[in-house]
């Protein structure tokens, strides 16, 4: 088993990630609130790249059980059913619905994603099941974190090394790139204070600054499920 680290989805080619299996990670906000929304009865999210092709998808799809969600600069989009905050995302807003969500850089880590062979779905908050659904998936893997605006975000960083520690715990014979031996480094760091570091890293104080700061002691709950959301065929699901 091969496992690299992308710091940004910059860093990948799309022939790089054809026959591999891609985990993608941003912690606040995006991986974790897909995966609360489908804990919580959504049917599907859809990641789409623009504000404007949300819309025209809600068009497309009939507004009946077709959400949109998102953010810019952390904050609702205006015209939009629901934001990024995971908390907004409770079982009577999202059940049965298919959400469209546009976010600034979670979702377009996932459209660079999809290419992959297989697209898992992590976040801090199932962490432990995303390292077992890669090694199940038996194919060399890219950890792949959305960092924020195409530089390092501190707090992918920490869960990509979270992920690569898992496996390399339940399997032999691993390589690893450099980029993932430097995000074990910081897991081994800032595993056991998590709230504190989401806090202090410039997205938790963006988040705070825009009255979020109950999504950043949300996002750093390790291992809350074990769930492991997928992207396929343009849609993320709990298979
Ligand atoms: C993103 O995709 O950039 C984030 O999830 C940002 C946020 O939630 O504020």
Known sequence: LRLDVAFTPGEISPARLASRTVVVIDVLRAT???LEALVNGAREIVPVESVGAAVRNR???GR???LLCG????RS????DLGNSPLEFTPRRVTGMT???TTTNGTRALLAGSVAEQCIVASFL???AAAGSLLATGSDAVLLCAGAGGRFALEDAVCAGLIAQDVLARTSGARIDDAAKSAMLLARRFADRLPRLLGRTAAGRRLT???FAEDITFCAALNRYTEVPRLHERRVTIP
């Not at 953010?71 to 952390?74: D, L, N, Q, Y």
């Not at 989009?77 to 939009?80: D, E, H, L, S």
């Open 32 to 34: 974790s609130t897909i």
């Open 126 to 128: 199932n962490a432990g």
């Open 64 to 66: 009946d059980e077709v």
């Open 77 to 80: 989009i205006p015209g939009f």
């Open 59 to 61: 068009e497309e799809l």
């Open 71 to 74: 953010e810019r600069r952390s």
């Open 99 to 101: 959400l469209l969500m």
């Open 209 to 211: 600054r825009a009255g």
